[in-house]
C-alpha cells in the first residue's frame, strides 16, 4: 500500500522569508524525495489581456490564482502521478507556455501568499507554517528583488505595494495565520525554529 507524501504548506506576507524557509528544508534533506510547489506558478493565464491590462492586475487577491488546478495537481502527485506544472513568466505578466514536469515526493513543500487562504487547499496539508516578518523588512526585501529578478521600477514597486500589496496582506494573508501549526517570527534567521520542523519532518520520513 503506498503513503501520501507530506503536504508542508508555508504561507506569510511578500518577502516574508518564506521561500528562504522553504529553501532551507529542502537543503536539509538534500538526497530526499523532496520537492517544492510555488503558488506563483499558478497565476492565471492573461495572454488574452493586453500588457496594460496585465500590469494593472491585482496579483495579491486570492482571485489572481488558479488554485483548483494545484489542487488538482496535488491530488494527482498524492496518488502517485506525475504532473505538468505551468511556469509564470514574470516580465510578461503572464503564465509562459512553457511548463515543467514534476515526479511524486515523499515531501512536498506547497509555498506561496495564498496557500492557506483556500481551505481545500489547507486541507491537503499536514504541517502549515506561517513566516511573520515586519512589514518595513518586507518591503525592502520586495523592492530587491523585484528590482533585480524581475525587472520593475522602484516606484512602480512602492505603488504596487502602497496601493495593493499591504492592505491585501491584512485583508487575505495575515488572517490567515490562526491556522498555522506553526509561527516563525523574522523567517530563516530563527535557527530554533527550523531546526524544530526539520527535526519534525525527518521523524515521519523515518517511519515511510
Known amino acids: 500500500m503506498r503513503i501520501k507524501p507530506i503536504i508542508i504548506g508555508v504561507t506569510g506576507g511578500s518577502g516574508s522569508g518564506k521561500t528562504s524557509v522553504s529553501r532551507a528544508i529542502l537543503d536539509n534533506f538534500q538526497g530526499s524525495k523532496i520537492a517544492m510547489l510555488e503558488h506563483d506558478s499558478y497565476y492565471k493565464d492573461q495572454s488574452h489581456l493586453t500588457f496594460e491590462e496585465r500590469v494593472s492586475t491585482n496579483y495579491d487577491h486570492p482571485l489572481a490564482f488558479e488554485t483548483d488546478l494545484m489542487i ?24 509562459s507556455s512553457q511548463s515543467y514536469r514534476q515526479e511524486p515526493q515523499d515531501v512536498f513543500i506547497v509555498e506561496g501568499i495564498m496557500v492557506l487562504e483556500d481551505k481545500r487547499l489547507r486541507d491537503l ?4 507554517l506561517f513566516v511573520d516578518t515586519d512589514d518595513d523588512i518586507r518591503i525592502i526585501r520586495r523592492i530587491k528583488r523585484d528590482m533585480q529578478e524581475r525587472g520593475r521600477s522602484l516606484d512602480s514597486i512602492i505603488d504596487q505595494y502602497t ?4 492592505p491585501m496582506y491584512h485583508q487575505f494573508i495575515e488572517p490567515t495565520k490562526r491556522y498555522a501549526d506553526i509561527i516563525i ?17 525527518a521523524s515521519i520520513l523515518g517511519d515511510l
Open 72 to 95: 488538482e495537481h496535488i491530488k494527482e502527485l498524492q496518488a502517485g502521478r506525475p504532473v505538468d506544472i505551468p511556469i509564470y513568466d514574470y516580465t510578461q505578466h503572464t503564465r
Open 185 to 201: 517570527p523574522e523567517g530563516v534567521t530563527n535557527i530554533v525554529a527550523i531546526d524544530l520542523i526539520n527535526t519534525k519532518i
Open 125 to 128: 496539508m499536514d504541517i502549515k
Open 163 to 166: 496601493s495593493v500589496v499591504k
